[in-house]
């Protein structure tokens, strides 16, 4: 059984920052990859950042300078540094884990976080 739990969302005005976290918990081996996707309402899920085990980030462009991934391999657990949010930047943010299990080999499975809300208003 593994948990991606979340925190760390809110309110906020134009131009403030926010900071997310997500803990991955359970019988995990090892993990690969981590990100941040976001959901708009009416709008698709959209991928934020996403981190590698050995700290390699890629954002999407609309977050390039004002959104920093990073994560601690040694508590399973990644973050994103929202920085001069925008009223767009609102959503449901989720989290995402690429996991290893022991006796797996090298077949990794997807989990997601219940989603944490960031609302940007003033």
């Known amino acids: 059984q593994v948990q991606l739990v979340e925190s760390g969302g809110g309110l906020v005005q134009p131009g403030g920052s926010l900071r997310l976290s997500c803990a991955a918990s359970g019988s995990i081996f090892s993990i690969n990859a981590m990100g941040w996707y976001r959901q708009a309402p009416g709008e698709r899920r959209e991928l934020v950042a996403t981190?590698?085990?050995?700290?390699?980030?890629k954002y999407v462009d609309s977050v390039k300078g004002r959104f920093t991934v990073s994560r601690d391999n040694a508590r399973n657990t990644v973050y994103l540094q929202m920085n001069s949010l925008k009223p767009e930047d609102t959503a449901v943010y989720y989290c995402?884990?690429?996991?290893?299990?022991?006796?797996?080999?090298?077949?990794?499975?997807?989990?997601w976080g219940q989603g944490t809300q960031v609302t940007v208003s003033s």
């Open positions: 995402h884990a690429e996991i290893l299990f022991r006796d797996s080999g090298p077949r990794q499975f997807g989990y």
């Open positions: 981190i590698t085990g050995d700290g390699s980030a």
